[in-house]
């Protein structure tokens, strides 16, 4: 006498899907008049050289052009550190009229910098998110799950990292018309 396999009942999975981000999401504001007399946010982690060699340079352009610049410096997301760093973030957001938060050149990074710029969009501030190309795929997706797509998007060389200072400057210049233009400020 032989075993009699028993029919193998059909299993029914419910996988979660997510909903796809709607195209249309929250608006995005823009200075719309001159950068003169406004007080304009620069954010970064302090880990990447690059990107603050580019906030020390773009500080000097934007004294130069009669704005205050306000740097913060955000540190860790998780624990006691990353409650300080949110509240960090959003006192910084209340206190500038619009900004930049960089450098998404890895995977947190981007994230977290662009989360933080849809905190000051949020605020009704005009904001750009600064990555490397590498990353601007994950900043826009980013940007589209946090429901602001149209969050603007400043696309910067990678890698930044190796390059020497002198070029790392020379970028500088290069990229801050387009970080002006894209808060919708004169110069």
């Given at each position: 006498?032989?075993?009699?396999p028993s029919p193998r009942p059909k299993l029914r999975v419910r996988l979660?899907?997510?909903?796809?981000?709607?195209?249309?999401?929250?608006?995005?504001?823009?200075?719309?008049?001159?950068?003169?007399?406004?007080?304009?946010?620069?954010?970064?982690?302090?880990?990447?050289?690059?990107?603050?060699?580019?906030?020390?340079?773009?500080?000097?352009?934007?004294?130069?052009?009669?704005?205050?610049?306000?740097?913060?410096?955000?540190?860790?997301?998780?624990?006691?550190?990353?409650?300080?760093?949110?509240?960090?973030?959003?006192?910084?957001?209340?206190?500038?009229?619009?900004?930049?938060?960089?450098?998404?050149?890895?995977?947190?990074?981007?994230?977290?910098?662009?989360?933080?710029?849809?905190?000051?969009?949020?605020?009704?501030?005009?904001?750009?998110?600064?990555?490397?190309?590498?990353?601007?795929?994950?900043?826009?997706?980013m940007a589209s799950y946090l429901g602001h797509p149209s969050l603007k998007?400043?696309?910067?060389?990678?890698?930044?990292?190796?390059?020497?200072?002198?070029?790392?400057?020379?970028?500088?210049?290069?990229?801050?018309?387009?970080?002006?233009?894209?808060?919708?400020?004169?110069?």
């Amino acid at each position: 006498m032989g075993i009699i396999p028993s029919p193998r009942p059909k299993l029914r999975v419910r996988l979660p899907v997510a909903r796809p981000p709607s195209d249309v999401g929250a608006p995005s504001f823009t200075v719309d008049g001159p950068l003169r007399g406004r007080t304009v946010g620069l954010r970064h982690e302090g880990s990447w050289r690059s990107w603050i060699t580019i906030v020390e340079e773009w500080q000097r352009y934007l004294r130069d052009d009669g704005a205050e610049p306000s740097v913060l410096l955000a540190k860790g997301r998780v624990g006691d550190e990353g409650e300080r760093t949110r509240k960090d973030v959003a006192a910084w957001a209340e206190s500038v009229d619009c900004g930049v938060s960089g450098l998404g050149t890895c995977g947190s990074c981007t994230s977290n910098s662009v989360s933080d710029a849809v905190a000051l969009e949020r605020l009704r501030r005009p904001a750009v998110a600064a990555v490397c190309s590498e990353f601007e795929t994950h900043a826009r997706n980013m940007a589209s799950y946090l429901g602001h797509p149209s969050l603007k998007i400043l696309v910067l060389p990678y890698p930044l990292e190796a390059r020497p200072t002198d070029e790392l400057r020379g970028i500088a210049a290069e990229y801050y018309p387009r970080f002006v233009e894209l808060l919708g400020a004169t110069r």
